[in-house]
């Protein structure tokens, strides 16, 4: 749990950031880890995808593609990102394997993480916190230490136990789709049409996905 979702999957991801782009990260990682989730939970636990969920899976990872393609040339950056994807989605299958409870799996990764990272930043890595702002530091110990080390990975654990494996671990994908209007709303930034139609891809293959069983179920009975 610690290597997949902790910090060496943060450590990955900030060496991704080095040749992909931003928009990249935010469409490549989570729309991977949806992916690879649904296709692990039918591989090792028996999962039924069916008709829809297929097709939903297409439409997800195409969009997915688009969104990430926005951001220029293919690099190695763009395939690190596809692989913490992956880590992502095996956490989430040995999360739901295990029975591990939300806390409990925040407790692991954010506790294993310290214990893993940190003598490693002690003896070998450079260090300037002493000269950095006060400001800086306390900001990344808020946004880094608890939003993103505790409350996002408790509230993905909380949201898998609430919603069951499949919209757990699906929903992320909106991530570029959320990312894109809050930019149109709040920073009025303008959607091309190429974002505008990803979007839509996206948000279509999750519905396929979410309702796969219900909509299969439905027609059957027509």
Do not use: C
């Given at each position: ?9 943060v ?19 989570p ?19 069916g ?38 989605a095996?956490?989430?299958?040995i ?96 959607a ?18 979410l ?12």
């Amino acid at each position: 749990m610690v290597i997949a979702f902790g910090a060496p999957y943060v450590l990955l991801i900030s060496l991704a950031l080095k040749t992909a782009p931003a928009s990249a990260a935010g469409a490549l990682n989570p729309g991977a880890m949806a992916i690879i989730s649904v296709l692990l939970g039918w591989l090792i636990l028996g999962d039924r995808i069916g008709v829809a969920r297929l097709a939903g899976l297409v439409a997800t990872a195409t969009g997915i593609a688009m969104f990430a393609r926005t951001g220029g040339a293919f690099t190695s950056g763009h395939l690190i990102l596809i692989g913490t994807g992956a880590m992502w989605a095996i956490y989430a299958l040995i999360v739901r394997h295990a029975a591990v409870p939300a806390l409990n799996a925040a407790a692991i990764v954010a506790v294993g993480s310290a214990a893993f990272y940190l003598p490693v930043y002690l003896v070998a890595l450079p260090k300037q916190i002493v000269s950095t702002p006060l400001v800086d530091i306390l900001l990344q110990a808020g946004f880094q230490g608890i939003l993103v080390s505790v409350v996002a990975i408790y509230a993905f654990n909380r949201s898998a136990e609430r919603l069951g494996p499949v919209a757990g671990a699906t929903l992320p994908a909106l991530i570029p789709v959320v990312t894109l209007g809050l930019g149109a709303v709040v920073l009025g930034e303008t959607a091309g049409s190429g974002q505008i139609a990803s979007a839509i891809l996206v948000t279509t293959g999750l519905a396929l996905i979410l309702v796969g069983k219900s909509a299969m179920r439905w027609l059957s009975n027509r």
